[in-house]
Nanobody
């Protein structure tokens, strides 16, 4: 079993930045993939960004150039740096880590961006 504990998030104005963190209870060095998802009210959950064990990153078109996913294996933590936030970035953000065939989720953290 793996616990993922998220921190960060909150309420900001458009154009501001936030950083989300996702601390794992075990090493993230050998993960298959780690990702951040978000779900806006009334909408389906969407993939925001992902990073593979080899460090390859991928982003939703809506966040390219503004968000950066990264990981620090020394502290077993996944990050999502969000710059130039827009109101449409508002939602519940959750981290997800896949080990072998098992995937684990963080508790979710709310990000609210006002115009």
């Amino acid at each position: 079993q793996v616990q993922l504990v998220q921190s960060g998030g909150g309420s900001v104005q458009a154009g501001e930045s936030l950083r989300l963190s996702c601390a794992a209870s075990r090493s993230i060095y050998n993960i298959n993939v780690a990702a951040w998802y978000r779900q806006a009210p009334g909408k389906q959950r969407e993939l925001v960004a992902s990073i593979t064990s080899g460090g390859r990153t991928d982003y939703a078109d809506s966040v390219k150039g503004r968000f950066t996913i990264s990981r620090d294996t020394t502290v077993n933590t996944l990050y999502l740096q969000m710059n130039n936030l827009k109101p449409e970035d508002t939602g519940l953000y959750s981290c997800n880590v896949v080990y072998d065939v098992y995937d684990y989720w963080g508790q979710g953290t709310q990000v609210t961006v006002s115009a």
